[in-house]
């Protein structure tokens, strides 16, 4: 065994020390913060389709009322009249 | 639709509770290590462990073929990272047996010697050069070993101490 790894193994078995003890309501605490944050995330997504949705009613309804794709009448020529 | 639904979040929920069961006690030692707490009074490192725990709840899925172990290990490191300032300050209550290093130093020490991470992947995971990585780890060994283990707080760290 070279030195570096015996000076590593040392340390290692500092690290190994004693373990604390994992308390009881870990599972039960993080389960409901992972809840917690299903929701928002779900309530995140949710409230942007709304807003898409809103937004492409709101251009569907002012298209149908200004249609844009028409173009407006020529105001430099005058209107032909009386041929 | 909806009973598959339940019915999966039930399976998930346990096969999450086997894997806390499991794992649960090698995270929280890994977490009070980096955290610089003594085993018995480790608010913190329970604190950071919990929330990393929910985000793998919350991404629970198994069938993607990630190991959930090292999914919780990232976000633990990363929360670790991103809050070290606050254990920067706190040095004073750290009495753990890493406390005489800085929480960068704990970070890799942890990675390297404790959860036997690669180099390279402890530099992905922290974003630093692995060579800087190695600098880190020996001058950590080098700390650990200069002082006896039972004495705390023996000398002030030049470099280290100047940065709180």
């Known amino acids: 065994m070279s030195l570096p790894d015996r000076k590593e193994a040392e340390v290692r078995r500092l ?6 003890p994992v308390p009881p309501e870990l599972t039960v605490r993080a389960t409901e913060l992972g809840l917690r944050l299903l929701r928002r ?10 807003v898409l949705w809103a937004a492409a009613v709101a251009f569907t309804v002012w298209a149908a009322r200004v249609h844009p794709w028409v173009a407006p009448p020529s105001t430099v020529a005058p209107p032909v009249e009386g041929l | 639709m909806r ?4 019915e999966r979040q039930r399976r998930s929920a346990r096969e999450f509770e086997a894997f806390v069961a499991g794992a649960g006690g090698r995270l929280l030692h890994a977490a009070t290590l980096l ?3 003594p085993p018995e009074h480790n608010e913190r490192a329970r604190r950071l462990l919990t929330a990393a725990l929910a985000r793998t709840y919350a991404h629970w899925d198994p069938e993607r073929g990630e190991d959930p172990y090292d999914r919780t290990r ?4 990363a929360r670790f990272a991103s809050t070290a300032w606050r254990y920067h300050r706190h040095r004073d209550r750290a009495t753990g047996v890493l406390a005489r290093l800085t929480p960068q130093e704990r970070l890799v020490l942890v990675l390297r010697l404790s959860e036997g991470v690669a180099e390279e992947q402890v530099a992905a995971l922290i974003g630093l050069p692995s060579e800087r990585v190695r600098v880190i780890c020996t001058r950590a060994i080098a700390t650990m070993r200069s002082a006896p283990a039972g004495a705390r707080r023996v000398r002030p760290r030049a470099g280290a101490e100047g940065v709180t």
Do not use: F, I, S
């Open chain 1, 15 to 20: 690290l190994e020390g004693p373990h604390p």
């Open chain 1, 41 to 50: 995330r779900r309530a995140a997504r949710w409230l942007m389709w709304l």
């Open chain 2, 3 to 6: 009973e598959r639904q339940t």
């Open chain 2, 35 to 37: 955290t610089g707490e």
């Open chain 2, 74 to 77: 990232q976000e633990l490191v």
